[in-house]
């Protein structure tokens, strides 16, 4: 026990443990996934990725790591051709 009181996650502090999830947030993470599963899943995915491109960047953008490297840890090549551009 630290001078006021026990430390952030340890037992006797209690709540939930330091880097558990809420149990509403893990309930409706299930859900989406489930909606996600119904919807076509992966082809879903590609499917919105054409037609809402903004929508789906943003969710890339929230699952992805914070810091992504290359190849042995170097930068990150995109290659892109005029059909990509144009899909």
Known sequence: MGARG????????GGRPLGAQNKVTG???DMILRALEEAGGVEYLKE??????KAFM???GRVLPYQVTGENGGAI?????????NA
Do not use: E, M, Y
């Open 6 to 13: 026990p430390k952030k996650g340890s037992a006797s502090f």
């Open 27 to 29: 309930a409706v993470k």
């Open 48 to 53: 919105q990725a054409k037609k809402n491109p």
């Open 58 to 60: 943003s969710l890339v």
């Open 77 to 85: 090549i995109c290659q892109l051709t005029p059909q990509d551009l």
